[in-house]
Structures are given as structure tokens and as C-alpha cells.
């Protein structure tokens, strides 16, 4: 009985091929499983909405802007062309919703798969000129996130680039002869085409702006 219960080897081979053929199916189903995880999920426009995030019906063309970036060099608008960037317009000296916003962006960056964040640029747009100057809002963007950047220059061009974004800032006056300026507070989205893509209104939840940020990028066709 012990003899005829051994397995030949070409048994013995049959059964190795089995086994190994099952493992290979199953890495090969988990690998899916993952790979599927990993994809964006597309949503519809209204679900897109009811996440906070607007997408424009036909994507922007701006004006061209001779700017000044973080590092004192000059910064035009076209250089936002080639990859995918959020843009706010906030100052140094704002008390709450600046640094509240751009602790968000950092969670929300900090979310992205590698691929992702390889080409997502957070640009911080300087609503006051006057005391924002390329140094100080360097140290204070990246204090958030060492790969945000900041940029500045000529209030004239400061407040075209905003009125090209629909982002609204005034200068108001305080008791004290300082000033503080209000602006808005959603995140503009610009394609790869340097073009107004849509914008995420406040308040900000990372988890949501993950959804609709990697479904917009889905959903873009170049």
C-alpha cells in the first residue's frame, strides 16, 4: 500500500505544475487588485461639485504675465505649461487662512503617489507686493513644503493674473494706519496646458481634493 500511495514523477511533476500555475494566478489576480486600487477613480461633474472642485466646461487660455518668481528671477505665466499646478493667492503677513490653506496643500501633496506629485507643481501667488519680496515669501512657502514656490511682481500684473482666475483681493485699510488684504480663498487648477482648468473651493479636505484632482487629470485629454 505504502508503494502504490507514492507519486511517480511525472505525478510529482503534474502537481508542482498545478501548484505553481495556481500562485501564478494568484499574484496575477492580486496585481490587478492592486493596480485597480492604484487608478484614478473617474467621477461625474456633479459629484466633482458636491467634493468642493469645479471643472471648467472649456479650460481658459491666459494672458501672458511677466511675474517675479521666489528666487528673484523673472517669472513668466507660460513657464506654467508642461505640468499640472495649484495656485493660491495669499501673503506672508495673512493671520489664519494663508497658512491654514497651505498646511492643507501639504496633506494634500503629501497624499499623491509618486507619479502623481512628479508633475504637480503649488504655487503660492503674492496678493501684497509691497512687503512680500522674493526672499521672504521663499523662507515662508517653503517652510510648508520645501517644493512649493512662491512668486510676486507688479501689483498691476499681480491683480490681471487673479481677474484671468476669477480669485478677487483688495487692500483694506486698518485702525492702526497698517492694512491687510482680503482675497479669495479657493485653489486654482492650471493644465499641463498653462490653461485654467477649474478650482477647488474652500474649506479644503485633502481626501477630496485627492478624489477629484487625480479624476480631473483622468478625464484630461491633452
Known amino acids: 500500500?505504502?508503494?502504490?500511495?507514492?507519486?511517480?514523477?511525472?505525478?510529482?511533476?503534474?502537481?508542482?505544475?498545478?501548484?505553481?500555475?495556481?500562485?501564478?494566478?494568484?499574484?496575477?489576480?492580486?496585481?490587478?487588485?492592486?493596480?485597480?486600487?492604484?487608478?484614478?477613480?473617474?467621477?461625474?461633474?456633479?459629484?466633482?461639485?458636491?467634493?468642493?472642485?469645479?471643472?471648467?466646461?472649456?479650460?481658459?487660455?491666459?494672458?501672458?504675465?511677466?511675474?517675479?518668481?521666489?528666487?528673484?528671477?523673472?517669472?513668466?505665466?507660460?513657464?506654467?505649461?508642461?505640468?499640472?499646478?495649484?495656485?493660491?493667492?495669499?501673503?506672508?503677513?495673512?493671520?489664519?487662512?494663508?497658512?491654514?490653506?497651505l498646511s492643507t496643500l501639504n496633506n494634500f501633496y503629501q497624499t499623491l503617489d509618486d507619479d502623481t506629485r512628479s508633475d504637480t507643481d503649488v504655487l503660492l501667488v503674492s496678493v501684497d507686493p509691497q512687503r512680500d519680496k522674493p526672499e521672504q515669501l521663499h523662507d515662508y512657502v517653503r517652510y510648508f513644503n520645501p517644493d512649493f514656490y512662491g512668486v510676486t511682481g507688479e501689483f498691476l500684473n499681480l491683480k490681471r493674473f487673479a481677474n484671468q482666475l476669477n480669485v478677487p483681493f483688495n487692500k483694506v485699510p486698518l485702525e492702526d494706519g497698517n492694512y491687510t488684504v482680503d482675497h479669495g480663498s479657493q485653489v486654482v487648477l492650471i493644465n499641463p496646458r498653462g490653461h485654467y482648468h477649474g478650482f477647488f473651493k474652500a474649506p479644503l479636505d485633502p481626501a477630496k481634493m485627492k478624489l477629484t484632482y487625480r479624476s480631473m487629470r483622468a478625464t484630461y485629454n491633452g
Open 1 to 101: 500500500m505504502g508503494e502504490n500511495a507514492q507519486h511517480s514523477p511525472e505525478q510529482k511533476r503534474g502537481i508542482l505544475i498545478t501548484v505553481a500555475i495556481m500562485v501564478l494566478f494568484m499574484i496575477a489576480v492580486i496585481a490587478g487588485f492592486l493596480n485597480k486600487m492604484n487608478q484614478p477613480r473617474v467621477i461625474t461633474e456633479s459629484e466633482l461639485r458636491a467634493n468642493g472642485a469645479i471643472k471648467l466646461e472649456r479650460p481658459r487660455i491666459l494672458d501672458e504675465f511677466d511675474l517675479v518668481a521666489d528666487t528673484g528671477s523673472v517669472f513668466k505665466t507660460t513657464e506654467l505649461e508642461g505640468r499640472w499646478t495649484l495656485v493660491f493667492f495669499g501673503f506672508t503677513h495673512c493671520p489664519d487662512v494663508c497658512p491654514t490653506t
